[in-house]
């Protein structure tokens, strides 16, 4: 029998009151007194936390805009929070990177409503301040509304990846301008640089010119590694062709299989060795004294958000108004262009349709997410199961309530994973697509 794969971890966050879970930011287990969403201790003490897991990353999602979606109006995304309001995540990776030390640092930056020049030196920055360990996960923004706050329209989905693909190929140009050795640092002969081996990139294409060069040295990982989480064909073959980490979101591991093999397929198309890209699936884990104890803390937490606040929330993830569908449709029924992309969401484990209202209620819950519910010894077990089904690499977690959740799994599961051999004992390398590389 071949030996099983080792176990990836990384930790979900915004910088915000809400993550994938609606009820957080009101259970009562959340720590407003001493750890504020607003202040950075919340944040240090949770990359602490992580890295005495050691968790290949902590990242951080983001949106630029408060979502409308829903009835057209503001009112329920921050009546609810739902994923609003949020604060910018970059400063924050700059601050953790001090007060850390092995531990990857990722966030997310569209390719929407910017420029490749600004992203390539400020991630090439970040890569240099927390030496080697920045992550960028790569969007392209499909909410009108944060176009409409950068003065734009919202592109169509072909011509947003078509614009990405271009953003990414200025950024490479740009991380490629300084050769190696191209700093001298020849202090008797007065010589900081060789400048014929820093180039300008000349860059002239349909959506972006860029004449180069960087004015930045070329990073620990000569810019950061890649994130991205796309489903659509467009987004599968953007990641597929760049991406060192996928962050997917497939409730049923069958479904979590036909993903990666297909992330896998792509791969091979780009001549991509499929190890160089680890699949992280997104999960929640409730973790209970007892089977009992633990439902009744799933059930505490899943009470705490109202169906209003996930009908909200998935309006927003699909931009799309979700308010004049009947509760009771069936949704992997429904002819919504709109509503294709997420499809796989809305069946039951039995591969039977959800109704909105069930959808609505776990987006709400978990944005999806599966939630492993039992002791840290049932979680375990149930995780382990998923990961060796579907193929994947490993987990994106995200939290029922914070800081506590997240404690509580760095000190119940990872040591119970550790006993199995299905994780690290150490952290192997320095930078963060060493950390998602390393094996066994």
């Not at 271009?166 to 010589?191: I, N, R, T, Y």
């Amino acid at each position: 029998m071949a030996p099983k794969s080792l176990i990836h971890l990384a930790q979900f966050l915004v910088h915000g009151p809400s993550y994938h879970s609606l009820g957080m930011w009101r259970h009562p287990k959340t720590d407003h007194t001493n750890f504020r969403w607003d202040r950075p201790k919340l944040y240090e003490h949770i990359a602490q936390t992580c890295e005495r897991g050691l968790f290949d990353m902590v990242f951080f999602a983001d949106l630029n805009y408060i979502s409308d979606s829903f009835s057209g109006t503001m009112e329920p995304a921050l009546r609810c929070a739902a994923q609003a309001p949020e604060h910018d995540p970059m400063p924050l990776l700059a601050w953790l990177g001090a007060v850390t030390e092995r531990i990857g640092l990722a966030a997310t930056f569209s390719t929407s409503n910017q420029h490749p020049f600004y992203a390539a030196r400020m991630w090439a920055t970040l890569d240099h301040m927390t030496e080697g360990r920045a992550g960028w996960n790569v969007v392209t923004s499909i909410n009108r509304n944060q176009a409409a706050n950068y003065g734009n329209e919202r592109a169509r989905t072909d011509k947003r990846y078509e614009q990405a693909h271009e953003f990414m190929e200025v950024c490479q140009k740009l991380w490629a301008s300084w050769e190696e050795g191209a700093v001298v640092m020849d202090q008797a002969g007065a010589v900081f640089a060789d400048a014929s081996k820093v180039h300008r990139i000349e860059h002239e294409g349909a959506h972006f010119r860029s004449r180069g060069p960087l004015n930045v040295i070329p990073s620990p990982q000569n810019g950061p590694a890649i994130m991205q989480a796309g489903t659509s064909p467009k987004g599968q073959d953007f990641a597929a062709k760049y991406a060192d980490a996928l962050f997917a979101i497939q409730p049923r591991p069958e479904d979590a299989k036909a993903y990666r093999d297909s992330i896998h397929a792509h791969m091979a198309e780009f001549g991509r060795d499929p190890a160089h890209c680890a699949i992280l699936f997104g999960a929640q884990p409730i973790i209970g004294e007892s089977e009992a104890h633990a439902l009744e803390l799933q059930e505490e937490h899943n009470a705490l958000v109202p169906l209003d606040a996930g009908k909200t929330i998935l309006s927003a993830h699909l931009d799309y108004d979700l308010s004049g569908i009947p509760d009771d449709a069936l949704m992997a029924e429904r002819n919504e262009p709109e509503l294709h992309r997420m499809r796989t969401r809305f069946l039951k484990p039995d591969g039977s349709s959800m109704t909105l209202a069930e959808v609505a209620a776990r987006h709400g819950q978990s944005v999806g997410l599966p939630q492993f519910v039992g002791t840290a010894l049932s979680v375990a077990d149930q995780m382990e199961a998923f990961v060796d089904q579907a193929g994947g690499d490993g987990f994106m977690l995200s939290p029922i309530h914070s800081p506590g959740a997240i404690e509580q799994f760095v000190d119940e599961i990872v040591p119970e994973f550790q006993r199995r051999g299905r994780y690290r004992t150490e952290y192997v390398g320095t930078t963060q697509r060493d950390l998602l590389r390393q094996t066994l």
